[in-house]
């Protein structure tokens, strides 16, 4: 197959030489070519308004990060085995932002590797072999990630749960067993968590560690109830597991009120993993821990990542910190994110079809129901929707495990006037739904 230039030509690339499993969005896919702010540009030049891309934290393309990465790249990359500024002042840079007793990082390069590691980490440390994941969750798409992941063993091509893996209920306010974000729920979810550590404790096992998103993003958008992380860590720590917060997806600022989402649960987590945005779609992560279960990780044998913490990774990585600090992106995410939700909730007024709008800054889930009392998920029209936006130039996807949810994470470039923007469009597909 020759890739060519059309769509058609790439698609059937992509197909033959690329792996079957490499999926696309979108009924008629898109060729996108460029990208700045929060905009994305198709090979004709059409303008689309990037909704979905939390990667792309500070904007894409944005230029500090672009020259960062351009000049380091010029100059030199090289692996960690010689000493460079670069990874101490990014590493410097990157733990003032946490709680004191995270005071190591270690660097890596995607999400998934980052919760490997995390696991690794933990089973040194606790030398605990059980995992206790949230029902829904993705973690990553290694051995480990998809063993821990819900959403991959329990769906389509999946093998259940492993031997040492425990599912938790998902704390989910709107739809789960408990509802409502009150203390009531939040103990009720945790008593769950409970329920799985004294069964793992009668087998006579121990846990390892305990993984959760501090939002749970692929789960469906969903917003734990206060007090749950709370609970659910002091469980996990007094059966001598250690508790890992996942925050791939939802760090850095995005939740408006703080620059990491497990701060809005008022815990300290033992173990942090950061991804996505950390790079603004450069592949990086990291795994931020404690001095114990850093030196619990000294066993002799070495650890070693070829690309984690080259001095080209670790430049941009401190532009994306220094570009959130300079644009005040945090405060931004508050108030943009603020001011979008009142307006979805003014049209949840107008239209049944929306049962559930929440979020935290500029995280967002709009969950469409048929209806409001048995909550039947609108999958069809979640997905018609979706295409009625990308005709109207806005892109987004679906969530949740029914894909009822319209998933809103948007570059921290969003604006006031994009939040009308997107407004504005959604009254004009709810309208053309009824
Ligand atoms: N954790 C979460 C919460 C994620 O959303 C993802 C990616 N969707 C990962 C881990 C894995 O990250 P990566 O794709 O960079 O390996």
Same mark, same amino acid.
């Given at each position: 197959?020759?890739?060519?230039?059309?769509?058609?030509?790439?698609?059937? &690339?992509?197909?033959?030489?690329?792996?079957?499993?490499? /999926?696309?969005?979108?009924?008629?896919?898109?060729?996108?070519?460029?990208?700045?702010?929060?905009?994305?540009?198709?090979?004709?030049?059409?303008?689309?308004?990037?909704?979905?891309?939390?990667?792309?934290?500070?904007?894409?393309?944005?230029?500090?990060?672009?020259?960062?990465?351009?000049?380091?790249?010029?100059?030199?990359?090289?692996?960690?085995?010689?000493?460079?500024?670069?990874?101490?002042?990014?590493?410097?840079?990157?733990?003032?932002?946490?709680?004191?007793?995270?005071?190591?990082?270690?660097?890596?390069? #995607?999400?998934?590797?980052?919760?490997?590691?995390?696991?690794?980490? *933990?089973?040194?440390?606790?030398?605990?072999?059980?995992?206790?994941?949230?029902?829904?969750?993705?973690?990553?798409?290694?051995?480990?990630?998809?063993? *821990? /992941?819900?959403?991959?063993?329990?769906?389509?091509?999946?093998?259940?749960?492993?031997?040492?893996?425990?599912?938790?209920?998902?704390?989910?306010?709107?739809?789960?067993?408990?509802?409502?974000?009150?203390?009531?729920?939040?103990? #009720?979810?945790?008593?769950?968590?409970?329920?799985?550590? /004294?069964?793992?404790?009668?087998?006579?096992?121990?846990?390892?560690?305990?993984?959760?998103?501090?939002?749970?993003?692929?789960?469906?958008?969903?917003?734990?109830?206060?007090?749950?992380?709370?609970?659910? &860590?002091?469980?996990?720590?007094?059966?001598?597991?250690?508790?890992? *917060?996942?925050?791939?997806?939802?760090?850095?600022?995005?939740?408006?009120?703080?620059?990491?989402?497990?701060?809005?649960?008022?815990?300290?987590?033992?173990?942090?993993?950061?991804?996505?945005?950390?790079?603004?779609?450069?592949?990086?992560? *990291?795994?931020?821990?404690?001095?114990?279960?850093?030196?619990?990780?000294?066993?002799?044998?070495?650890?070693?990542?070829?690309?984690?913490?080259?001095?080209?990774?670790?430049?941009?990585?401190?532009?994306?910190?220094?570009?959130?600090?300079?644009?005040?992106?945090?405060?931004?995410?508050?108030?943009?994110?603020?001011?979008?939700?009142?307006?979805?909730?003014?049209?949840?007024?107008?239209?049944?079809?929306?049962?559930?709008?929440?979020?935290?800054?500029?995280?967002?889930?709009?969950?469409?129901?048929?209806?409001?009392?048995?909550?039947?998920?609108?999958?069809?029209?979640?997905?018609?929707?979706?295409?009625?936006?990308?005709?109207?130039?806005?892109?987004? /996807?679906?969530?949740?495990?029914?894909?009822?949810?319209?998933?809103?994470?948007?570059?921290?470039?969003?604006?006031?006037?994009?939040?009308?923007?997107?407004?504005?469009?959604?009254?004009?597909?709810?309208?053309?739904?009824?």
């Amino acid at each position: 197959v020759d890739p060519g230039q059309s769509k058609s030509g790439i698609t059937q &690339y992509r197909k033959k030489h690329l792996g079957k499993t490499l /999926s696309l969005s979108y009924q008629q896919p898109l060729k996108i070519v460029r990208g700045q702010g929060a905009y994305l540009f198709d090979e004709h030049g059409k303008r689309y308004l990037d909704m979905v891309n939390n990667v792309c934290h500070v904007g894409h393309c944005h230029p500090k990060v672009v020259a960062a990465g351009q000049q380091q790249m010029a100059k030199l990359n090289t692996n960690t085995r010689y000493l460079h500024d670069n990874i101490v002042n990014y590493a410097d840079k990157l733990l003032a932002t946490m709680p004191d007793e995270l005071s190591v990082c270690m660097l890596v390069n #995607s999400g998934s590797e980052a919760n490997e590691l995390a696991f690794r980490l *933990a089973k040194n440390y606790t030398q605990g072999t059980e995992l206790l994941v949230v029902d829904g969750a993705y973690h990553g798409n290694t051995n480990a990630c998809i063993e *821990a /992941s819900p959403y991959k063993f329990d769906g389509p091509g999946g093998a259940g749960a492993a031997h040492y893996v425990h599912k938790v209920e998902l704390p989910d306010p709107y739809r789960g067993a408990y509802q409502g974000n009150t203390p009531a729920s939040a103990m #009720s979810y945790a008593d769950s968590v409970a329920t799985t550590l /004294s069964a793992i404790e009668k087998g006579n096992k121990k846990p390892s560690a305990f993984i959760c998103e501090s939002l749970q993003g692929v789960a469906g958008q969903i917003i734990m109830p206060d007090g749950y992380l709370q609970q659910v &860590y002091k469980q996990v720590r007094s059966a001598g597991g250690v508790c890992i *917060a996942d925050e791939v997806q939802v760090g850095f600022g995005r939740v408006g009120t703080h620059m990491w989402a497990f701060e809005t649960q008022q815990v300290v987590p033992d173990i942090v993993t950061l991804g996505k945005p950390i790079g603004n779609g450069h592949p990086m992560a *990291a795994v931020i821990t404690t001095q114990a279960i850093a030196d619990a990780f000294v066993n002799g044998m070495e650890y070693f990542n070829t690309f984690g913490g080259n001095p080209v990774s670790c430049a941009i990585g401190n532009a994306v910190l220094e570009v959130i600090e300079q644009e005040n992106l945090q405060q931004h995410a508050l108030e943009t994110g603020e001011y979008f939700m009142a307006q979805l909730r003014e049209v949840q007024q107008e239209f049944d079809l929306i049962g559930d709008v929440r979020g935290l800054g500029l995280f967002i889930g709009v969950e469409l129901v048929e209806d409001r009392v048995t909550k039947e998920p609108a999958t069809d029209k979640t997905s018609e929707l979706v295409e009625f936006f990308k005709k109207h130039q806005i892109l987004l /996807s679906t969530e949740g495990r029914y894909y009822n949810i319209l998933k809103i994470k948007p570059p921290l470039a969003f604006s006031k006037e994009n939040a009308d923007q997107f407004i504005k469009v959604l009254r004009m597909g709810l309208q053309g739904l009824r």
